[in-house]
């Protein structure tokens, strides 16, 4: 079901609400509306959805193709995953990237995704700049210009990305290419999204013609429209852009290939580079999205893996400990779709032991139904992530979107949920033995290369010659499109007046013993998000003790001296809630986010987890294993390798310079005397500020504050206190990593604190340099020259210190290439004054940003959490807007010069030395190389 796959169906139905562990539910309940909307058809085949919401600032523009990677031309898997790239590309009357112009210029952004049945286009925009936006939307679907520079270079960053996303990254194989293809044996599913680099070459300037031609028309596609808008202006300007739009008088192809039943089970053993750990995948063939018994299979996912109260999570990964991971997706398409189960497995732990236990916890499904309590709890989980989906107008025109394209009907979302309500227990046994058998699976085992066996072979997975595929028949008569002159182009229309945002206004006031709490009020929708924020984290660290701050932050979930570590999961996740905790540079942290109706239970248990944590010490194992699992697997990601690599260069010794997960060696060596005491500086009422945000007044807020903490007492005189910074000189770094599918790239260097006067200076250069699609590095790294998916940049300022960093990843040959980009990038910034109007649009993306994070409950609590832990006041949040907008040319290039010149920056390039270090040597000298091996993350000469 969709639901859940994307997180952003949402609908109305009312489901009871679990309130103990093992007890049945009580009959609460919460209503959520259903999402209204207007539905109207063009002369031309054009489907138009408007939703309207005159309580945000913004307006969501999607338009959606039925057409994905399952239309793919013969011998052209990722075709259009490829044509999804060109389509931001020039059009008759717009140059190209200027969609990023008229999105990101102005404080909104834009995106599209390929899914395996539909490509969607979607922005988020000021509202008032609505017009421009149909204007462009409708532009390239009648005349979009395809020509062999944009398309020969659109295609060079589409096989970066699948480096980056599959070859690269550890696991990147099996779920992008292996799962699908021994998933299908027939319906071309069976191919991944992204394709293959022989597949990319394959395709020609003539065949994207064709397939925009083909499948780019008004009658195959819908236009979404939510947000603050005018519905009779909408309408009007519907008209005005789509309505002249040609439907083509060609039938559209379909896929109508049946995929066979599985009646025999299959399995297939591969060995691949830089696996860290062994990984096991499991599918079952489901029925198509749109099947009565999707609502059952949903449910049942929700109870096998959604939570640490899950069936997965309670035996795999906590009580036996097979995994550091396991996990299960409901894959639901327009045809058969999958069940997936999956876990990446602890280090020491057979993939025949994983494999055994997923299909065990599958067959618990066929063998006795649920219990009344996990079936309650998993409806109240899909509902309270049903409400987080209609926070901003953005989710509920994809909710719409979606529904629409895979089901068929607007109103899907809403009549999927309230099957959801309906569901029982005997239903999802019934599924389960319908759908999960043994004989209808289809199981990867997905070993690390170093466990293949002297002289064994290993299985291949590859697309059946049985799948079934077409040719792409190229109507007649396909129109050339050329750009117009330039004194002929029709340019876009001028936006109107602004909206202005509703920015939340936080209420203080601070508890007898010390404790602050905000309370940011909105009561549009029934959510409440808890976040209590500390001082402390990883800057308090000891030497040698890397990572305590976080364990001991994590541990505050996994057991009080009341609760054990499942009855706190059960309890909250049966409210439909969920809680999380974690330790940052500068500070620790423990939330929750429920239905506004069960807030106050919730905060009984968010008080208890924060106050009475028990650390016994077999979840300290447990945890220390998963870290340490968790910690092996980012060492085999190069980009990952490369951040941690970076840090500690900029950073030195500091704490700061330490990975805030720790290392192998630190973690092993932490005691739960080291524990406690990182607990001890953290958690105390006059260094803790309770934020709640949401639907919850500040007088309500007070008395569940005071119900809950007003008895908490400091038991301890030691303090959290950050410690300066001395940064060791910049260093030049490569890590080889041979079997690396791409190099990671970092040129970081020490900047300042939050605090800092030049912050919002410095925050817009930091985004004119790197931040978002239109920055400098990505225009020169990715745009110019294709060398890799994205490039940018980003500020981040502590309570004490700050650093500054560049970030890429890009094929192996290029990576010196790359860094001379980047400090070229980097120099430019202070050798001349930004200019104006370049200024503008990088401020707007600040600000745009800024409005986006404020949508949501989490938010909120996540900004105003992070003023709280960095020491800036809470006006901020009023200030933010008029602080960035007042940075003016001078002051960023002030800023640049001292903050952002490359001389004092570490460089670090973590992939396989051999193909770039001669180069790179040649421009630094200095260079020095650490092989993978010998990398050392505890100290900071790093060896």
Same mark, same amino acid.
């Not at 649920?370 to 049903?386: R, W, Y």
């Not at 290439?817 to 930004?834: C, F, K, N, Q």
């Given at each position: 079901m969709r639901l859940l796959r994307s997180a952003l169906l949402l609908t109305a139905a009312s489901f009871p609400v679990a309130v103990g562990a093992q007890t049945a539910p009580a009959p609460t309940q919460v209503s959520v509306k259903p999402i209204a909307y207007t539905e109207r058809t063009l002369p031309n085949g054009l489907r138009v959805y408007a939703i309207r919401d005159t309580g945000t600032p913004n307006v969501s523009v999607q338009v959606w193709y039925d057409v994905g990677s399952k239309d793919d031309p013969k011998g052209k898997s990722g075709f259009a995953h490829m044509f999804e790239h060109l389509m931001f590309k020039s059009t008759r009357n717009l140059v190209s990237e200027q969609m990023d112009r008229l999105t990101e210029d102005v404080g909104g952004y834009n995106n599209a995704s390929t899914n395996d049945d539909y490509t969607n286009y979607y922005e988020v925009i000021p509202a008032n700049h609505l017009q421009r936006l149909l204007f462009a939307e409708a532009d390239r679907m009648a005349s979009l210009v395809v020509e062999p520079k944009s398309f020969g270079s659109e295609r060079d960053v589409v096989k970066e990305e699948l480096r980056q996303s599959t070859l690269s990254r550890p696991y990147g194989k099996l779920f992008s290419l292996y799962y699908p293809a021994l998933a299908y044996t027939t319906h071309p599913y069976a191919r991944g999204t992204i394709g293959s680099l022989e597949n990319l070459e394959a395709a020609g300037i003539d065949d994207v013609r064709a397939f925009h031609a083909t499948y780019y028309r008004p009658d195959n596609a819908i236009l979404v429209v939510s947000g603050n808008f005018d519905p009779a202006q909408l309408n009007g300007w519907v008209d005005q852009y789509f309505a002249g739009i040609k439907k083509p008088s060609a039938a559209i192809p379909r896929v109508t290939v049946p995929e066979p039943a599985r009646t025999q089970a299959v399995t297939r053993t591969v060995y691949e580079p830089n696996t860290p750990l062994p990984a096991v995948l499991v599918s079952y063939h489901v029925p198509a999205d749109r099947d009565a018994d999707i609502a059952a299979l949903t449910v049942l996912k929700a109870v096998l893996a959604t939570g640490e109260s899950s069936r997965l999570y309670e035996s795999v990964v906590y009580r036996d400990?097979?995994?550091?991971?396991?996990?299960?997706?409901?894959?639901?398409?327009?045809?058969?779709?999958?069940?997936? *189960?999956?876990?990446?497995?602890?280090?020491?732990?057979?993939?025949?032991?994983?494999?055994?236990?997923?299909?065990?916890?599958?067959?618990?499904?066929?063998?006795?139904?649920?219990?009344?309590?996990?079936?309650?709890?998993?409806?109240?989980?899909?509902?309270?992530?049903?409400?987080?989906?209609?926070?901003?107008?953005?989710?509920?025109?994809?909710?719409?979107?979606?529904?629409?394209?895979?089901?068929?009907?607007?109103?899907?979302?809403?009549?999927?949920?309230?099957?959801?309500?309906?569901?029982?227990?005997?239903?999802?046994?019934? *599924?389960?033995?319908?759908?999960?058998?043994?004989?209808?699976?289809?199981?990867?085992?997905?070993?690390?290369?170093?466990?293949?066996?002297?002289?064994?072979?290993?299985?291949?997975?590859?697309?059946?010659?049985?799948?079934? @595929?077409?040719?792409?028949?190229? $109507?007649?008569?396909?129109?050339?499109?050329?750009?117009? $002159?330039?004194?002929?182009?029709?340019? $876009?229309?001028a936006p109107s007046a602004p909206v202005s945002p509703t920015i939340p206004q936080p209420?203080?006031?601070?508890?007898?013993?010390?404790?602050?709490?905000?309370?940011?009020?909105?009561?549009?929708?029934?959510? *409440?998000?808890?976040?209590?924020?500390?001082?402390?984290?990883?800057?308090?660290?000891?030497?040698?003790?890397?990572?305590?701050?976080?364990?001991?932050?994590?541990?505050?979930?996994?057991?009080?001296?009341?609760?054990?570590?499942?009855?706190?999961?059960?309890?909250?996740?049966?409210?439909?809630?969920?809680?999380?905790?974690?330790?940052?540079?500068?500070?620790?942290?423990?939330?929750?986010?429920?239905?506004?109706?069960?807030?106050?239970?919730?905060?009984?248990?968010?008080?208890?987890?924060?106050?009475?944590?028990?650390?016994?010490?077999?979840?300290?194992?447990?945890?220390?294993?998963?870290?340490?699992?968790?910690?092996?697997?980012?060492?085999?990601?190069?980009?990952?390798?490369?951040?941690?690599?970076?840090?500690r260069a900029v950073l030195g010794a500091s704490p700061y310079g330490a990975p805030n997960g720790g290392t192998p060696l630190s973690l092993k060596a932490i005691t739960r005397a080291d524990i406690t005491a990182a607990y001890a500086r953290s958690f105390q009422p006059g260094q803790a500020t309770l934020i709640m945000v949401g639907d919850v007044t500040a007088a309500r807020a007070k008395a569940l504050a005071e119900a809950q903490f007003g008895s908490w007492k400091s038991t301890s005189t030691a303090t959290a206190s950050a410690p300066q910074v001395t940064y060791p000189k910049p260093r030049v770094i490569v890590v080889d990593m041979p079997e690396a599918g791409q190099a990671g790239v970092v040129v970081a260097r020490p900047a300042i604190a939050r605090s800092d006067a030049r912050y919002y200076p410095l925050a817009v250069g930091n985004t004119v340099l790197g931040g978002g699609f239109s920055s400098r590095l990505n225009q020169e790294i990715r745009i110019k020259r294709g060398l890799a998916y994205g490039a940018g940049?980003?500020?981040?300022?502590?309570?004490?210190?700050?650093?500054?960093?560049?970030?890429?990843?890009?094929?192996?040959?290029?990576?010196?290439?790359?860094?001379?980009?980047?400090?070229?990038?980097?120099?430019?910034?202070?050798?001349?004054?930004?200019?104006?109007?370049?200024?503008?649009?990088?401020?707007?993306?600040? @600000?745009?940003?800024?409005?986006?994070?404020?949508?949501?409950?989490?938010?909120?609590?996540?900004?105003?959490?992070?003023?709280?832990?960095?020491?800036?006041?809470?006006?901020?949040?009023?200030?933010?807007?008029?602080?960035?907008?007042? *940075?003016?040319?001078?002051?960023?290039?002030?800023?640049? @010069?001292?903050?952002?010149? $490359?001389?004092?920056?570490?460089?670090v390039v973590v992939g396989d030395a051999k193909q770039f270090i001669e180069p790179l040597r040649k421009a630094y000298p200095n260079v020095e190389v650490i092989p993978e091996a010998a990398l050392k993350l505890d100290t900071a000469t790093l060896r």
């Open positions: 400990q097979l995994a550091q991971s396991a996990e299960a997706f409901l894959d639901t398409k327009q045809a058969t779709g999958n069940m997936v *189960v999956y876990a990446i497995l602890a280090g020491g732990k057979t993939v025949e032991a994983g494999e055994a236990a997923l299909k065990r916890e599958v067959a618990r499904f066929r063998d006795a139904p649920v219990t009344t309590a996990e079936l309650a709890e998993a409806k109240n989980e899909i509902l309270t992530q049903s409400i987080q989906s209609r926070e901003t107008a953005e989710g509920k025109a994809s909710t719409l979107a979606s529904a629409v394209l895979v089901d068929g009907d607007p109103q899907a979302a809403d009549k999927q949920l309230a099957a959801i309500a309906r569901v029982t227990a005997a239903d999802i046994q019934r *599924v389960a033995r319908k759908y999960l058998g043994d004989t209808q699976s289809a199981t990867i085992r997905y070993m690390p290369l170093s466990a293949k066996p002297a002289g064994g072979v290993a299985d291949t997975i590859t697309v059946a010659p049985t799948v079934q @595929v077409a040719d792409l028949k190229a $109507p007649a008569n396909i129109e050339i499109v050329t750009p117009a $002159p330039e004194g002929q182009r029709v340019q $876009p229309p209420v203080e006031t601070r508890l007898a013993n010390g404790m602050r709490l905000v309370t940011a009020e909105r009561h549009d929708l029934p959510i *409440v998000t808890a976040y209590l924020v500390t001082a402390g984290g990883a800057a308090t660290d000891p030497a040698n003790r890397a990572g305590v701050s976080s364990l001991s932050a994590d541990l505050l979930t996994k057991g009080t001296k009341t609760r054990s570590a499942t009855q706190i999961a059960r309890a909250v996740e049966g409210l439909g809630g969920s809680i999380g905790s974690s330790a940052g540079s500068d500070g620790a942290a423990v939330d929750v986010t429920v239905k506004s109706d069960q807030l106050a239970p919730a905060m009984a248990i968010l008080a208890d987890v924060a106050i009475n944590p028990a650390f016994a010490p077999e979840e300290i194992e447990r945890a220390r294993t998963q870290q340490v699992d968790a910690v092996t697997l980012a060492l085999k990601d190069p980009a990952q390798v490369a951040g941690l690599v970076a840090d940049s980003g500020l981040d300022a502590g309570k004490t210190q700050g650093t500054v960093a560049a970030r890429t990843q890009t094929k192996n040959p290029t990576a010196a290439e790359v860094v001379t980009l980047i400090a070229a990038e980097m120099t430019r910034m202070g050798a001349s004054p930004v200019p104006a109007a370049e200024l503008d649009t990088r401020k707007a993306v600040l @600000v745009g940003n800024f409005g986006r994070g404020i949508e949501t409950t989490s938010g909120v609590a996540g900004i105003l959490g992070a003023y709280v832990q960095n020491g800036v006041p809470l006006g901020e949040l009023q200030r933010y807007t008029g602080a960035v907008g007042a *940075v003016d040319p001078a002051a960023v290039q002030a800023a640049a @010069v001292a903050l952002l010149d $490359p001389k004092a920056a570490s460089i």
